[in-house]
């Protein structure tokens, strides 16, 4: 057996390829409200929260203009956006709404709360809180016991910060 990854290993960022760089940005930073820490002309830009210098990276270096990939083949299922509380994932709910992007689900998984959606070049996209380790949900042997329930989406909102 190998040994596991040091535990304080993380995902430091994505990097996506799009068709459209103007509309991946107005998803992005427009409507997740990730800020732009720089640009490469009209072929890459980097976006990050709290003036890191990125999260996520967008390129049209092989794609400008391009299809979707085809949904049944294999590549990226989504990315997974975690936010630090319900009232920040509300402000992100709030967001999605406003914009006129629809969900394609919305869970309670015991351990987080969580949107999906796609982004405009139909990359799948999941903006997420997690609970506590403290509130996980255990069997009695005290393993994890993750769940699939509805998320009361208006309950979710109804955290949302006032919007200005």
């Known amino acids: 057996m190998t040994r596991p990854v040091h535990p304080d290993t993380r995902i430091g960022h994505i990097h996506l390829k799009?068709?459209?760089?103007d509309r991946a940005?107005?998803?992005?930073?427009?409507?997740l409200g990730f800020e732009i820490q720089q640009t490469f002309?009209?072929?890459?830009?980097?976006?990050?929260?709290?003036g890191y210098h990125h999260h996520i990276?967008?390129?049209?270096?092989h794609s400008r203009g391009g299809p979707p990939a085809p949904a049944h083949h294999p590549g990226l299922y989504h990315t997974a956006f975690l936010y630090p509380d319900r009232t920040q994932l509300a402000d992100a709910l709030a967001r999605v709404r406003a914009a006129g992007i629809p969900l394609d689900g919305a869970a309670d998984h015991g351990v987080s709360e969580a949107l999906?959606?796609?982004?405009p070049d139909g990359n799948g996209v999941e903006l997420y809180r997690d609970r506590p380790e403290a509130q996980w949900p255990r069997?009695?042997?005290?393993?994890?016991a993750m769940v699939n329930a509805p998320l009361d989406l208006e309950a979710l909102l109804a955290e949302a910060p006032a919007r200005t």
């Open 57 to 61: 990276g967008l390129n049209t270096w």
């Open 116 to 119: 999906y959606l796609r982004d």
């Open 25 to 31: 940005i107005g998803f992005y930073s427009g409507v």
């Open 139 to 144: 069997d009695p042997a005290g393993n994890l």
């Open 41 to 50: 002309g009209n072929q890459a830009a980097f976006l990050s929260a709290g």
């Open 18 to 21: 799009v068709a459209d760089l």
